[in-house]
């Protein structure tokens, strides 16, 4: 069974950076997709950015690219959200997420982390 647990949220001013971490436990985290999805309050949940399971093709939503990147860590099996310049807007509930490879939807979900940008 995998299992996810984000990490390394909080509050950080406007044009700051914060690093999230999602730990992967279980089998086989070199055969998974990861995502980073965020939902603020009164929105709908949407993706941010993922990282194929190779590490060889990633994502991202359009209004961070340039300011985010993602990478993955197959020795310590965790994948990474690196948040630079961030902005109110970005304030939200992250969640991890992994799918099998080849496969559409995600399957396993992390518990959340909150990050807050004061502006």
């Known amino acids: 069974q995998v299992q996810l647990v984000e990490s390394g949220g909080g509050l950080v001013q406007a044009g700051g950076s914060l690093r999230l971490s999602c730990a992967f436990s279980g089998r086989s985290f070199y055969l998974y997709d990861m995502g980073w999805f965020r939902q603020a309050p009164g929105k709908e949940r949407e993706s941010v950015a993922a990282i194929t399971w190779s590490g060889s093709s990633t994502y991202f939503l359009d209004s961070v690219k340039g300011r985010f990147t993602i990478s993955r860590d197959g020795a310590k099996n965790t994948v990474y959200l690196q948040m630079n310049s961030l902005k109110s807007e970005d304030t939200a509930v992250y969640y991890c997420?992994?799918?099998?490879?080849?496969?559409?939807?995600?399957?396993?979900w992390g518990q959340g982390t909150q990050v807050t940008v004061s502006s």
């Open positions: 997420a992994a799918r099998l490879r080849q496969l559409t939807d995600y399957n396993y």
